[in-house]
């Protein structure tokens, strides 16, 4: 008898095993339909073996799916991952299958030419639309809008049978890539980096690679031209291009049009379900050759990846923390090792993980030494707020309200940049000194002046702002404390009335069509003052931007997890380094409470190397990443007191284990969540140590209720 193995989308660690009915033929990567209780569910086959005699009666799958085989390697990676991060490898396989979900769009309707059948009266207007259509296929609409006629005139050759409808399946053409189409002239050190990521592509095997480069210096030139340099000398290559915002996609996409005369598919959460369903065919056929995609394209069933760039690399927005908890940088790395693929790190401030990896020799090192043409870095000055504090209820300290005049007044552009949304991060009580929190959540309500409204960050709770205290119940009494984006740009408008300003953050923009909007208003000269979160200081590319002003550049030093200084050194090195991309030089300012602060000093002295040598330092005295490896278990339920029992049950179970330590169980920064109280334990481990073995040895010894959430966190980046 033949048995199959099933990846199923169910939190349990194993594949199903199904019998494989007579005639049929299986093999991995197979989808198929397998009874669960009373339903029917998609799976895909990981294994299929002969058995003799087993004395267990399995169900038999009930029959096979219409739908492409997933790759080989592609179950490689999935089965990969689940193990890597401690996941469900059924639901790892099913992020895998996600284009799938919505239904193949519907067929599609167009137009062509009967024959050779001309028009009774040949108008001007008929006459365009024949010769637009010529020998084509295309839609009524579509050959209205290029022959630049009404669609009456289009429906007049139908009626009168010049012109004939047909109905054809929606299958998405890729054009392929052209290589030659408009190649860059690169400079010395981006043509060394392209060869050397071409060489590998077309050496083949796993070559990881960390480019680093200042921002501006050309990174992205140097991948496309390794790109171009892959197809050339194979043309069935796939290559894959990870950016960490959706709102990035589009300035690349076009970039990667213009490069090579044709647009590359594109895959993210935003994509529509139908138009997502023809990339993965495509990408499953091998009919598309360039994506670029958020973390989730990872998942795609490439056919022939040869080259995965994961650019601004160092960005935890690559860390998925909701479902399936995982980082896309690393995940990239694996699907590159599994592939035999080139992978290239991109950015200009490496994650202290990617820097101790190309320091030892595991990744080629490529650098990009100084900005592209005559662009200078920003002169960086820090601006002591002791000595010269804003007044009262304002931000802006007198010398950088005196440089943003100064840049208005030569008609350039200001960013100045917080990141913080909404108008004040805290509102309490000046009778009581309640604060506003969400009823049942342990974070502070945010106000929001654009909406009147106050609003919970973490879980979308929002109220109107009351009269009265919610604690003391006296009128009027409370206050909005510190500054949002929305409160800076107020402070703007009362300084500058003339000058045209804008806010940049997930509220005013929340979809990617606003932001491109609002960025390509930005970058065409038609906004004076940018007041923006972090969702502005990546990757965009404004010619008349000049100075930067950084509200609190102590912001993301206070609080402090593992990765909060580092994270303020790459935040604040990204958002200053948005000034002077052109010829013109730029400056940033930041200003600071704590001006002696080592990331404060290597930033203004532009010493990257000083602030990754101290800390360095500081991580390797304390053995933590990247000179050990951390996981976080996360316990949350409604119920405190089966939580508090799971955390005791695990506490006292922790396998024997050398160079690694437990921490807590402990209440989480956050110990209330939507209802859900919630408790941690963080575990140390020296790097040599089998960190997933230990994981699941321990996990293994207790019982999770039903009523507890557990989650793994294999290398966490919030420690809330
Ligand atoms: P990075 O990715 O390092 O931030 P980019 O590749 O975006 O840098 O380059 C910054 C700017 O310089 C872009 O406008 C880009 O078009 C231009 N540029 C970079 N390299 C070249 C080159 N070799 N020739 C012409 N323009 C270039």
Redesign the pocket.
């Known amino acids: 008898m033949k048995v199959a193995s099933v990846l199923i989308p169910l939190p349990v660690s194993e594949a199903f095993d199904y019998e494989v009915p007579e005639g049929l033929d299986l093999m991995r990567g197979d989808q198929v339909a397998v009874p669960l209780g009373p339903r029917l569910m998609r799976g895909v086959v990981s294994e299929v073996r002969e058995t003799t005699g087993s004395n267990r009666r399995l169900k038999p799958i009930d029959h096979a799916l219409d739908e492409p085989r997933l790759p080989e390697r592609t179950v490689d990676f999935v089965e990969w991952a689940a193990r890597w991060t401690l996941s469900p490898p059924g639901e790892m396989a099913a992020a895998a299958l996600k284009g799938l979900r919505a239904p193949r769009p519907r067929p599609e309707r167009r137009v062509r030419l009967v024959g050779e059948r001309a028009p009774v009266r040949p108008t001007a207007a008929r006459t365009a639309v024949l010769d637009t259509l010529g020998e084509r296929a295309m839609s009524g609409a579509e050959l209205a809008r290029a022959a630049g006629v009404s669609s009456g005139v289009v429906k007049g050759l139908l009626d009168e049978g010049v012109l004939e409808v047909i109905v054809v399946e929606a299958v998405a053409a890729f054009d392929p890539p052209r290589p030659d189409h408009a190649p860059?002239?690169?400079?010395p050190d981006?043509a060394a980096a392209a060869d050397a990521i071409a060489a590998a592509t077309q050496a083949g095997g796993f070559a990881p690679f960390l480019?680093d480069?200042?921002?501006?210096?050309?990174?992205?030139?140097?991948?496309?031209e390794a790109a171009a340099r892959t197809l050339q000398a194979d043309p069935t290559a796939q290559i894959l291009i990870l950016l960490p915002e959706i709102a990035l996609t589009q300035a690349l996409i076009a970039?990667i049009t213009a490069r090579f005369g044709a647009a590359p598919a594109e895959w993210h959460s935003g994509i529509a379900p139908p138009r997502r369903r023809q990339v993965w065919e495509a990408v499953a056929a091998g009919r598309c050759n360039i994506v670029v995609g958020a973390r989730s394209a990872l998942f795609l069933p490439y056919v022939d990846l040869r080259l995965l760039v994961v650019?601004e690399e160092h960005d935890g927005s690559f860390k998925q923390e909701e479902g399936l908890v995982y980082h896309g940088r690393d995940l990239a790395v694996a699907r590159a090792r599994i592939e035999g693929a080139t992978v290239v790190l991109?950015s200009?401030t490496p994650s202290l993980e990617t820097l101790w990896n190309a320091r030892s020799g595991r990744y080629g090192w490529l650098k990009?030494d100084a900005?592209?043409?005559a662009?200078r870095l920003p002169d960086i000055a820090l601006l002591d707020l002791r000595t010269c504090p804003p007044d009262p209820q304002t931000w802006l300290s007198q010398p950088l309200r005196e440089a943003i005049g100064e840049t208005f007044a030569r008609g350039e552009q200001t960013l100045l940049f917080l990141n913080r949304r909404g108008y004040a991060p805290v509102v309490l009580c000046r009778a009581c000194g309640h604060r506003m929190t969400a009823p049942d959540t342990d974070s502070w309500l945010v106000e929001h002046r654009y909406t009147g409204r106050l609003v919970c960050h973490l879980t979308g709770f929002t109220m109107a702002r009351p009269r009265l205290c919610p604690a003391c119940g006296v009128a009027d009494t409370l206050v909005s404390v510190g500054p949002g984006v929305e409160r800076v740009e107020e402070e703007v408008r009362q300084l500058f009335p003339e000058a045209r300003t804008a806010v940049f953050s997930s509220d005013t923009v929340p979809d990617g069509k606003s932001a491109r909007a609002l960025i390509q208003r930005m970058a065409e000269g038609g906004i004076d003052i940018l007041v923006a979160t972090q969702a502005a200081a990546k990757?965009h590319?404004f010619?008349l931007l000049t100075l930067v002003g950084v509200v609190d550049a102590d912001l993301g030093l206070r609080g402090g997890d593992l990765r909060a200084a580092e994270r303020t050194f790459q935040l604040l090195t990204q958002a200053t380094?948005r000034a002077g991309?052109?010829d013109r030089p730029g400056r940033a300012i930041l200003q600071t409470w704590t001006p002696e602060h080592p990331v404060l000093l290597a930033l203004a002295a532009g010493d990257r190397d000083a602030f990754v040598a101290a800390e360095m330092a500081e991580r390797e005295a304390a053995s933590l990443p990247p000179f050990g490896r951390l996981a976080a278990l996360i316990l949350s339920g409604e119920n405190a007191v089966a939580v508090e029992k799971l955390a005791r049950d695990l506490a006292g179970s922790i396998p024997n284990a050398e160079r690694l330590e437990v921490y807590g169980p402990a209440d989480a920064p956050l110990g209330l969540v939507r209802g859900r109280r919630r408790k941690r334990l963080l575990v140390r481990a020296d790097r040599d140590v089998d960190l997933q073995g230990f994981l699941r040895a321990w996990l293994a010894r207790v019982k999770v209720p039903g009523s507890v959430r557990l989650s793994v966190d294999v290398d966490p980046y919030s420690f809330l």
């Open positions: 860059a002239a690169l400079n981006q480019l480069g200042v921002t501006g210096s050309g990174k992205t030139e140097a991948y496309l970039r650019d991109a200009a990009l900005r592209h043409g662009a990757g590319n010619p380094g991309r052109a």
